[in-house]
């Protein structure tokens, strides 16, 4: 059994990383956030201790060092723009990091935490669980057996809803967030670069701060993307059924259906982690890049090859 602590416990994520934890047949050990609505906890760890301010946490994790008990993990489900500093907090506790997407916000900010894994010997994982997906897997798997030379077409769509509270919060900040392509957008990215090779070029079309659209290339597919947090944008079929979230690859006019089996993937992502499986820096470094790039590119507009949402919501 591996001890555990959870620094942002009060966030939407917190939940999966805590039933990944206990699914995995481990112990927190604390938790930290500055809100203190983690009733949650109850349902997984009742005896964790928790704490509100950081100092206290930082003092409560260095006593049970002292005192001989080993955090052998920090897990990090805190606003995008603390993963840095967090996971600088694991590692000079000796504990290994389990940081949440993005696992930073800039390139560099890999090149030093890399050092810092080489200087204390821990290890650093960021949870990419669209390569565990069953379907993308697969998908990979007939990728890679395609003729080498073969450069498929894609369109990417994600729209996952928010209410106004989204653009109050840290997430509607893009110097705390990354926007919408990275906040919501970065597993898609690094899924495409994972399967179809790095990217040769880009282009961003559209950049608000409720939706994004580009195009990029690959060494093996030609993408237009859509990524959006407002409601309108979903297809009037899809909100007839109810559904506040729409996601969709078409690659070359055939739909890839993947909304199932997300339910699990945390769990399967500690699994793979424990077992010395995860995804790294080096793993994460392509997706980074790339939003951050998008990030800071003029858009261009309504010109060249845009994914066609573009057209039909009149951007």
Not at 2 to 20: E, M, Q, S
Not at 194 to 208: A, L, N
Not at 248 to 261: H, K, P, Q, V
């Amino acid at each position: 059994m591996k001890n555990f602590a959870l620094i942002g416990a009060a966030g939407f994520i917190a939940p999966r990383h805590l039933k990944a934890i206990k699914e995995t047949g481990n112990n927190l050990l604390a938790a930290l956030d500055k809100h203190d609505c983690v009733g949650i906890m109850d349902s997984y760890f009742p005896e964790a201790d928790f704490f509100v301010e950081y100092e206290r946490f930082d003092r409560h994790i260095d006593k049970l060092k002292r005192q001989g008990v080993k955090v052998d993990y920090v897990s990090i489900c805190t606003p995008n723009y603390l993963h840095d500093s967090h996971i600088r907090f694991a590692l000079r506790q000796g504990a290994n990091a389990i940081c949440e997407k993005p696992i930073v916000l800039n390139p560099w900010n890999i090149d030093a935490l890399a050092e810092i894994e080489k200087e204390t010997g821990k290890r650093i994982s960021t949870i990419l669980q669209l390569r565990l997906h069953p379907t993308i897997i697969e998908l990979k798997k007939q990728i890679d057996s395609a003729p080498k030379d073969k450069v498929f077409d894609i369109d990417l769509t994600y729209i996952t809803s928010r209410g106004r509270w989204y653009f109050i919060s840290w997430k509607g900040d893009t110097q705390k967030s990354g926007g919408v392509a990275t906040n919501i957008g970065v597993h898609f990215f690094d899924m495409l670069s994972w399967i179809f090779g790095s990217v040769k070029s880009s282009v961003v079309h559209v950049s608000h701060p409720d939706k994004a659209a580009g195009y990029m290339e690959l060494e093996k597919a030609r993408v237009r993307w859509f990524l959006s947090v407002d409601y309108n944008d979903i297809p009037d079929n899809i909100k007839q059924k109810g559904q506040r979230t729409y996601r969709s690859i078409c690659i070359a006019d055939n739909e890839l259906e993947f909304s199932e089996g997300f339910t699990d993937l945390h769990t399967a992502s500690y699994r793979e982690i424990l077992a010395g499986n995860s995804f790294g820096l080096s793993d994460a470094r392509a997706s980074i890049e790339t939003v951050y790039t998008i990030r800071n590119m003029a858009p261009v507009g309504l010109t060249g090859d845009y994914h066609p949402f573009c057209k039909t919501l009149n951007l």
